[in-house]
């Protein structure tokens, strides 16, 4: 009976474990890269996005699932085992940098990186199927035994006129991720003979490094008109996509870091120009990116000059009913055009749907697969708030542009009104002494975060700070 006893107690341990079982998370990024090295196992950066909105457009008896086999106990012995975990949310400012280099936009993420920082695998999504994550393990644990960028970037600065090192390092960088490669590829053209920019393949590497649009790098792979020509013809256009927006972020961001205006305005000719005849469009996509550059070197007086320019000429001509029909074609067309880039796949027809819906009686979805951030939304509505709050976080008192941001605010709010477009209106009103207007819009904006369902402790503290005129 005692054996028999033990046995039940030994079983009964087993099974608690294994279902209260955890990953071992680090408490801070510092911590999870100081286990590392003392371990010497690699880190497992689990980046996660808070405040997902339910999906949209499901069926009225629809249940969303948060299941993810990352919880499975198998799952979980085998990350505790080989990884030192940090699990965080995007919006950590440690691992900002880690976002940004590693150019993650899809979330939930998982980075891994060496003790000192470096990434040498991701991966991306939620899934319900434990072989995502163990296919993720193994490429990952296959992947940190290949040599570190670090490494790379050490070989590279012994011997700069080494081509093949270069391509080795700008190569483990792509692999990664790292659009960013613009000053290696400027070295990397300058090894080269005259002759080897009269070849395709060459070009082609080039371009997808995201070199400087005013760089010696892409001026060479320019230098023959027909290979430019042919590749803007011939390559897949996602692939041609991002071969233009490498280009321009690479060297907006140069120009920002180094205060090179005239570098800021090649970027955003640039930018103007992958839009060909579409001038409106093409003088949109100028600007957006000529006013980050001002944004960012904090030259606040030529930012509200062109912003002002910009936003009344492109955003404030066309009527409210207009714009949403625009946006409606826009939307149509986006989704289209996604659809038609998906693999091919078998479709359920909604005649499917709907009878799978009657015999089963719910449909299921397993919320956040993932969640992609890519350009800011090209919303009017978004835009305009945006621009609105701008204009009130720069300080001005200047009656004018605080007039322009109340203008666009309010347009925001006809076209879409949402809790944060009120709060930027209240914070304007309230800049321009309407103190009365400011609170009514503030509490509107509160009412609106409850229908809502989202947080509204921050726009009731700012009621108070508007109530007791210490904004």
Known sequence: MKKLFTLILSLFIAYSSGFAQELKNSKSLQTALEKSSSSKKPVLLILEVTGIPRPTNLPPNAKVSFKSALDEPEVINRINENFIVYKTTMTDTSVRSIIRDANVKSFPAFVFLHSNKDVFYKDFGNSTDQKKYAIMIDKALLASKDASISDLEAEYHADKSNNMLLKKLIDARKKIGFTNNAQFIEQYANNLKIGDFNDYQNVLYILEAGPFSDGNAYKLASTNRKIIDSLY???????????????????????????????????????????????????????????WYYSTVKDTASYLRTASYFYDNYYMTIGADSIKKIEKRNQEALTKKHIASMPQQKQISKEKLDSLQ????????????MVTFGSPSNSYANELNNAAWKFYETGTKNLNYLTKAMLWS???????????????????????????????????????????????????SELKKIKAKTI
């Open 410 to 460: 309010r347009r925001s709010i006809e076209l879409n009104p949402i809790a944060g477009y009120y709060d930027t209106l209240a914070h304007i009103l309230y800049r321009l002494g309407y103190h009365e207007e400011a609170i009514k819009t503030q509490e509107t904006a509160i009412d609106k975060a409850k229908n809502e369902k989202t947080p509204i402790a921050n726009l009731e």
């Open 358 to 369: 009657k015999i089963y009686g719910k449909t299921t979805v397993t919320q956040s697969s």
């Open 233 to 291: 013809k011939t390559e897949p256009y996602p692939r041609r996509t991002a071969i233009n927006n490498a280009i321009i972020t690479n060297t907006i961001a140069d120009a920002a870091k180094t205060k090179n205006t005239p570098r800021a305005i090649s970027a955003a000719s640039f930018a103007r120009n992958t839009w060909k005849r579409d001038y409106i469009n093409g003088e949109k996509a100028y600007h957006t990116q000529i006013l």
